[in-house]
């Protein structure tokens, strides 16, 4: 069946720098959507991506879907305390309609100060 | 608009006790699912449901029954609990079409005893 991987698991920062996690699936997808779950908390929607090659920005995070729509990445600049959570990216099953999702594994985000 | 609710949102159960966990959402959305949340291992879709009347199985599906009698609500139905079902339990709802962004309720925290 459809698999979607991420990496990496967690990832510890320093508030300021950097952060990336990386979406890859094992099959083609026709869209991709990235959640944000806090601790303790239900994940919530932040984007879809439906092109190849596109990218949107959301403030300092920035959306990635490959050429080929088989992977993802999510990058945040400057990292804040409010972005501590779990990132998922979630592509359609291979049935059911682009309302199946299968989400990846996620990456685990902390910031500290 | 409450968006999606579910209850309760903690329980314990012991082995072979049945039970059912409520989901209802008030935005009229014809796609419904069910997510289970287990440490390192993302959101993995239990069943879900395209519409009043109709489900499918997802990616873990024994153990649990649903139904699907109104648009509002899909109930999911522990049959007789295994410890291995201890887990954290989301509900999810989208409006189809193109850009299907997934509601999630605030979930149910289950342990098996």
């Known amino acids: 069946g459809q698999q979607v991987m991420q990496i990496p698991q967690y990832q510890h920062v320093q508030e300021g720098e950097d952060f990336t996690t990386y979406c890859n699936s094992s099959?083609?997808?026709?869209?991709i959507q990235w959640y944000k779950q806090r601790p303790g908390g239900h994940p919530v929607f932040l984007i879809q991506?439906?092109?190849?090659?596109e990218v949107k920005k959301q403030k300092r995070l920035t959306f990635q879907f490959g050429e080929a729509k088989k992977n993802s990445s999510l990058h945040i600049t400057a990292t804040q305390t409010t972005d501590v959570g779990t990132y998922f990216c979630?592509?359609?099953?291979?049935?059911?309609?682009?309302?199946?999702?299968?989400f990846g594994t996620g990456t685990q985000l902390k910031v500290e100060l | 608009n409450a968006g999606v609710t579910q209850t309760p949102k903690f329980q314990v159960l012991k082995t072979g006790q049945s039970m059912t966990l409520q989901c209802a959402q008030d935005?009229?959305?014809?796609?419904m699912s069910w997510y289970r949340q287990d440490p390192g291992m993302g959101l993995r879709l239990i069943h879900y449901?395209?519409?009043?009347?109709?489900?499918d199985q997802g990616e873990v599906p024994n153990g649990y029954n649903v139904s699907r009698s109104t648009t509002e609500d899909f109930p999911l139905r522990l049959l007789s609990a295994a410890p291995s079902q201890t887990s954290v339990y989301f509900c999810?709802?989208?409006?189809?079409?193109?850009?299907?962004?997934?509601?999630f309720g605030p979930g149910t925290r289950l342990t098996v005893l």
């Open positions: 999810a709802s989208s409006g189809g079409g193109i850009y299907n962004e997934q509601f």
């Open positions: 099959t083609t997808l026709s869209n």
């Open positions: 991506l439906v092109k190849s090659g």
């Open positions: 979630a592509g359609p099953g291979l049935t059911g309609g682009g309302n199946k999702l299968t």
């Open positions: 935005m009229n959305h014809e796609y």
């Open positions: 449901s395209v519409g009043a009347g109709i489900t």
